[in-house]
């Protein structure tokens, strides 16, 4: 134990004394408990306490990160200890000081050295940081003996000196009598001119577990339980199935970077899929109605584990599961750049537009290639309506339908065959001895005893028929790019609903949530809402969330929505709600 016999009117030391007379009163439990070691050193300074705030909140810090009871086991050293205060945001002086006071109060210090102060830490040069210990530490009797020595009192108590501190000091000084005396013992057992010493097994890691509070299903129930020990953090999920028949489950964990960085460092009974590596992951299960089915996860988490950190965890954990939520339910963005709506295009033409970064795109059932960007083109041919649809990495799609339009065909105009004009005869006016000929009728001189050629009969041209072009049938293409004839019916596009709102609700004592839903393929005629509120066709319900008993706060409860489309067909859509209410009010 220190030497207390110090100077005690020096205010620089007076956080450092008081921390070693709570050791000396209460023993070395006392570091065990941050809150009481803050008390009973705003006992021990009284008025002095308000100027010392810092120097007593980085002590009671390092209580609360087991630095004194880890410094007295040999698990740690100084330099470990020091990292632990830094990743808490005290700077560096102010962390040495806080395990210097605890060194001091437990007599890890040279005797001879004064106590520990803030004024003396920052003038003196940064120590060579000691590295961690081996896992057993040396027990010297000779240390307990002046320790003993150190800690009795230099004169009797008063008369105002408490009976019951007197005792705590008769029977802390007979425990540690007999302690030296056993380790005089042993080291006579042992022999030899060597150092005599006992080895002590440091004390294992203290088990931490935090226990959630179950959470309702869209089958049953899940609990989630974390446990740490040591550099083991071990999460799982049971699953139990309440609902009649088996249930199949897609079971997705959330879990905060400031737990585990990276979903690389996780493994998993049964082996879990990687949804992203922030981290995110599932498991796909079948579980019988009735039955349960656990998941068990583990890896070393990013910081040492404490409780409070544990609960700060819990409290990054639903943070980290309400943005995935919102984005995993998200639908993607999708534009459609060309062709405009209607417009005149060749028989082949070229579909082009943009959606988000990493989703998928298909044009008129075909997959098409996204680059980097969101972009991306196809060229489509032989229709008149093409429909573009996106899907986000979690299944969520968007639809967008374009309708264009080919150029009317080129009518036919039939062409007329233009009759033969015989040429002009020339006649020679000019008289010639000719022989003894006569002129035939067909224009021809022949002898005069001669006869003409018969001329041919006369043959009559064919009447002439106008050609009529060949138009095609009429035919209609429907919105999944089949063609039917003009008379017959396209089969009924498909229609969806999605519900719109937020995944979780923070509640004060509100019990109406505006929710929206987002038809596709149709227009609701009538929208079935379990909430009050009617349906306009743009705007939502007012939903109530009844909480399960006055005794839940923090629970899980699911709505089902109904779209009636004009031809009769009718949409149904689920929505999963976590309620956290304030007690004691609630909806319902």
């Known amino acids: 134990m220190p030497n207390t016999s110090q100077n005690t009117t020096d205010p620089d030391l007076a956080v450092a004394q008081a921390v070693a007379t709570a050791v000396r009163e209460f023993g070395p439990s006392a570091s065990t408990e941050p809150r009481r070691v803050q008390g009973l050193i705003s006992d021990v300074l009284g008025p002095a306490a308000r100027t010392r705030r810092a120097e007593i909140d980085a002590v009671v810090m390092a209580a609360d990160e087991q630095i004194p009871d880890d410094l007295m086991a040999r698990r740690i050293g100084v330099g470990e200890a020091l990292d632990r205060l830094l990743d808490r945001g005290l700077g560096r002086d102010l962390a040495l000081f806080a395990i210097e006071v605890w060194q001091f109060a437990f007599g890890l210090l040279d005797p001879s050295r004064p106590a520990p102060s803030l004024s003396k830490r920052l003038t003196e040069p940064t120590p060579t940081l000691d590295p961690a210990p081996a896992e057993t530490a040396r027990f010297d009797p000779r240390?307990?003996?002046?320790?003993?020595?150190?800690?009795?009192?230099?004169?009797?108590?008063?008369p105002e000196e408490p009976a019951n501190r007197r005792g705590r000091w008769i029977a802390l000084a007979a425990i540690l009598s007999a302690l030296a005396l056993v380790g005089g013992i042993l080291a006579v057992v042992m022999g030899g001119g060597g150092r005599s010493h006992i080895t002590v097994t440091p004390p294992p890691a203290p088990v931490l577990r935090l226990t959630f509070a179950e959470e309702a299903t869209a089958f049953g129930t899940a609990a989630r339980t974390w446990t740490s020990s040591g550099e083991n953090f071990v999460g799982k999920v049971k699953l139990t199935n309440t609902g009649s028949s088996d249930a199949s489950v897609h079971h997705v964990e959330v879990l905060p970077k400031s737990l585990v960085a990276d979903a690389a460092a996780i493994t998993s009974d049964p082996a879990h899929v990687v949804i992203k590596s922030d981290p995110v992951i599932a498991w796909d299960l079948t579980i019988p109605t009735g039955s349960s089915e656990t998941v068990t996860y583990r890896f070393k988490p990013a910081k040492r584990v404490t409780k409070?950190?544990?609960?700060?965890?819990?409290?990054?954990?639903?943070?980290?599961?309400?943005?995935?939520?919102?984005?995993?339910?998200?639908?993607p963005a999708l534009t459609i750049s060309e062709p405009a709506e209607g417009a005149t295009v060749a028989t082949t033409f070229v579909v082009a537009g943009s959606t988000d970064p990493g989703a998928t795109v298909?044009?008129?059932?075909?997959?098409?290639?996204?680059?980097?960007?969101?972009t991306w083109s196809h060229q489509v041919a032989g229709t008149t309506t093409v429909v573009v649809t996106a899907s986000s990495p979690y299944g969520v799609t968007t639809e967008l339908t374009r309708h264009v339009q080919f150029p009317a065909p080129t009518p036919q105009v039939p062409q007329t065959p233009t009759p033969e004009t015989p040429g002009p005869t020339t006649t020679n006016t000019k008289p010639k001895r000719q022989p003894a000929t006569k002129l035939c009728p067909n224009g021809t001189r022949v002898a005069t005893a001669a006869s003409c050629p018969t001329p041919p009969a006369a043959v009559t041209p064919p009447p002439l028929t106008p050609v009529v072009p060949q138009l095609p049938d009429p035919t209609v293409t429907c919105w999944n790019g089949t063609v039917v004839g003009a008379g017959s019916q396209c089969p009924p596009r498909p229609i969806s609903i999605t519900i719109n709102g937020p995944n979780e609700i923070f509640s004060d004592g509100t019990c109406g949530h505006n929710y929206s839903i987002t038809a596709?393929?149709?227009?609701p005629v009538d929208v079935d809402w379990p909430g009050s509120g009617p349906y306009d066709g743009k705007t939502a319900?007012?939903?109530?969330?009844p909480r399960p008993s006055d005794a839940d706060f923090a629970y899980t409860t699911t709505f089902t929505v109904t779209a009636k489309a004009p031809d009769g067909r009718t949409a149904t859509a689920s929505k999963s709600v976590h309620v956290i209410t304030a007690p004691p009010s609630g909806c319902g």
């Open 143 to 158: 240390f307990l003996a002046a320790s003993l020595r150190a800690e009795e009192p230099a004169t009797p108590a008063t």
């Open 308 to 331: 409070s950190r544990l609960e700060t965890w819990r409290d990054d954990r639903a943070k980290a599961a309400a943005a995935f939520t919102a984005e995993s339910s998200r639908p």
């Open 362 to 374: 298909s044009v008129a059932g075909a997959a098409v290639t996204v680059n980097p960007d969101g």
């Open 520 to 523: 596709t393929g149709f227009t």
């Open 541 to 545: 319900a007012v939903l109530t969330f």
